[in-house]
């Protein structure tokens, strides 16, 4: 039975020598039995670090003193030399007068369950720096699109404190009513692609209108799916694609202006035109022209 155990299972004298060594020891450490009971040579082998080692033993004889060790965690270096994590329990054992005579550890490696650990951390630490350090606006929202949290930069744009909107629904609060139906579409894209860059308008706390560039996407937490959404006010850049656009616009009218003046039959009519076309294309209050005499 104990040597089907999947677990590390080891018996030592009072002195640190192996008296048992079971398949998984051999498995996890990469020495056979025959290569480590009789001696205690083999915790040279695991822990080749002088220090480390004389720290690893006198935890395990203030364990034999205290009758039980329990999760305590050490690194140890395979016969291959790939180091692995162990996580050991460790109680001593006696003959009947009560007189230790030597003890008993379980093993189990736990590196992957470790590295699996160290890359949540890992991910959160970089989601934390996502979310706190962007400099644009980020929400979180829930699987319900329920607002979570907001960094500062949210707070700054759209005017609203975490602490009053926590809970509410996002569309219901930046959304204006003409793009309701708009936004229901990005949440499902978001749901149904994982990802969507979008721009359009949202409105903040005082009703303001204002342009932005908001992209989505899902990610996966201990208590499921949320979504992460960013948004990047393009207000100025769209107030200059607007007066671009505007002025692409009058520049057609002049050429297409230019080319009826040239079909005017007097001077008169030729001022006449130009002073119209100037006030209503150039949008000036008024416009006049001084004709040469004669």
């Known amino acids: 039975m104990i040597n089907n155990s999947t677990v590390w299972f080891n018996v030592t004298d009072e002195e640190g020598n192996i008296l048992l060594w079971n398949k998984a020891a051999e498995e996890i450490s990469g020495y056979k039995a025959e290569e480590v009971e009789g001696d205690d040579r083999v915790w040279e082998l695991l822990y080749p670090d002088e220090r480390y080692r004389e720290f690893i033993m006198e935890k395990f004889n203030q364990a034999i003193n205290d009758k039980e060790l329990k999760n305590f965690e050490t690194k140890i270096e395979r016969k291959d030399g790939e180091k692995r994590i162990i996580s050991w329990n460790s109680r001593v054992w006696k003959y009947e007068e009560g007189k230790i005579t030597g003890a008993i550890a379980l093993g189990r490696d736990?590196?992957?369950?470790?590295?699996?650990?160290?890359?949540?951390?890992?991910?959160?630490?970089?989601?934390?720096?996502?979310?706190?350090?962007?400099?644009?606006?980020?929400?979180?929202v829930d699987e319900e699109f329920r607002l979570v949290r907001v960094n500062s930069k949210f707070e700054t744009l759209f005017g609203f404190e975490e602490r009053e909107i926590k809970g509410e629904y996002?569309?219901?609060?930046?959304?204006?009513?003409?793009?309701?139906?708009?936004?229901?579409?990005?949440?499902?894209?978001?749901?149904?692609?994982?990802y969507f860059d979008h721009?359009?308008?949202?409105?903040?706390?005082?009703?303001?209108?204002i342009d932005v560039s908001v992209s989505g996407r899902p990610i996966q937490l201990d208590e499921g799916t949320h979504y992460l959404g960013v948004y990047r006010d393009i207000t100025e850049r769209k107030?200059?694609?607007?007066?671009?656009?505007?002025?692409?616009?009058?520049?057609?009218?002049?050429?297409?202006?230019?080319?009826?003046?040239?079909?005017?039959?007097?001077?008169?009519?030729?001022?006449?035109?130009?002073?119209?076309?100037?006030?209503?294309?150039?949008?000036?209050?008024?416009?006049?022209?001084n004709a040469p005499e004669g």
Not at 120 to 127: G, P, S, V
Not at 199 to 209: F, V
Not at 240 to 251: A, F, G, P
Not at 256 to 261: G, R
């Open 199 to 209: 721009e359009t308008i949202r409105l903040t706390k005082e009703g303001e209108e």
């Open 110 to 140: 736990i590196t992957e369950q470790k590295e699996f650990q160290k890359e949540l951390r890992n991910e959160k630490n970089r989601y934390e720096t996502l979310f706190e350090g962007n400099p644009e606006a980020v929400v979180e």
């Open 239 to 289: 107030e200059v694609e607007r007066q671009v656009m505007e002025n692409k616009e009058k520049i057609e009218k002049l050429h297409k202006i230019s080319a009826e003046l040239e079909t005017c039959e007097s001077e008169e009519e030729v001022y006449r035109h130009t002073v119209k076309t100037a006030e209503r294309i150039l949008d000036f209050d008024i416009c006049a022209i």
């Open 170 to 194: 996002l569309n219901e609060l930046l959304v204006p009513e003409d793009r309701l139906q708009e936004a229901k579409e990005l949440d499902k894209k978001a749901m149904e692609e994982g």
